[in-house]
């Protein structure tokens, strides 16, 4: 277990995994607790299945990823909804973050569900951070529907919409900055 714990500590594609599981284990969980299975696996609907496993292990439709494989620096992988030069669309981005309707709309209803259900998440939320807060959603029985769904709508939405592409560094310098 320990092999397999500083593995994925170490590993570059489950930042995700890491903040949204591993987090809520104990510091050296045994390998029962680190392969369990998880609640978000008991969830129904096979494709929201598949992108919440796209979301763990590091291969999610956002452009961080997809446009990694054309040699695309990451400066240049931005949002293809915000479209501002210092916003690279990660999925932390895309879940907690991007300003699109359809993705501000899916979050809220993550969030509202998620307290309807259990109440005493507000208060745990208002003390962590997204992913932590989202593993724990994700792998509560009562609340991973609602954790899954969050992610299988943000993908979505990512896959129907053509990401931005830059060809120069001048493309990224003409879109807007943050506003101030």
Same mark, same amino acid.
């Given at each position: 277990?320990?092999?397999?714990?500083?593995?994925?500590?170490?590993?570059?594609?489950?930042?995700?995994?890491? @903040?949204?599981?591993?987090?809520?284990?104990?510091? /050296?969980? =045994?390998? =029962?607790?680190?392969?369990?299975?998880?609640?978000?696996?008991?969830? /129904?609907? %096979?494709?929201?299945?598949?992108?919440?496993?796209?979301?763990?292990? @590091?291969?999610?439709?956002?452009?961080?990823?997809?446009?990694?494989?054309? @040699?695309?620096?990451? %400066?240049?992988?931005?949002?293809?909804?915000?479209? %501002?030069?210092?916003?690279?669309?990660?999925?932390?981005?895309?879940?907690?973050?991007?300003?699109? #309707?359809?993705?501000?709309?899916?979050?809220?209803?993550?969030?509202?569900?998620?307290?309807?259900?259990?109440?005493?998440?507000?208060?745990?939320?208002?003390?962590?951070?997204?992913?932590?807060?989202?593993?724990?959603?994700?792998?509560?029985?009562?609340?991973?529907?609602?954790?899954?769904?969050?992610?299988?709508?943000?993908?979505?939405?990512?896959?129907?919409?053509?990401?931005?592409?830059?060809? =120069?560094?001048?493309?990224?310098?003409?879109?807007?900055?943050? #506003?101030?």
């Amino acid at each position: 277990a320990t092999h397999a714990h500083d593995h994925i500590q170490q590993a570059t594609k489950l930042t995700v995994w890491r @903040g949204a599981v591993l987090a809520l284990l104990p510091r /050296s969980p =045994s390998v =029962s607790a680190l392969f369990k299975q998880r609640e978000y696996l008991r969830i /129904s609907c %096979a494709r929201t299945r598949k992108d919440v496993a796209r979301l763990l292990s @590091g291969v999610s439709p956002c452009a961080i990823e997809t446009l990694r494989s054309r @040699g695309i620096p990451r %400066a240049r992988r931005i949002c293809r909804f915000c479209r %501002a030069r210092e916003i690279v669309e990660d999925e932390h981005h895309i879940l907690f973050e991007c300003h699109d #309707p359809a993705l501000q709309e899916a979050r809220t209803s993550f969030y509202t569900t998620v307290f309807a259900i259990e109440p005493g998440l507000l208060h745990l939320r208002r003390r962590c951070d997204d992913w932590p807060f989202f593993g724990t959603a994700l792998n509560n029985a009562r609340t991973a529907s609602a954790a899954a769904t969050l992610v299988n709508t943000a993908f979505t939405r990512v896959r129907a919409t053509a990401p931005l592409i830059l060809d =120069s560094e001048e493309d990224l310098l003409a879109l807007p900055g943050l #506003p101030r």
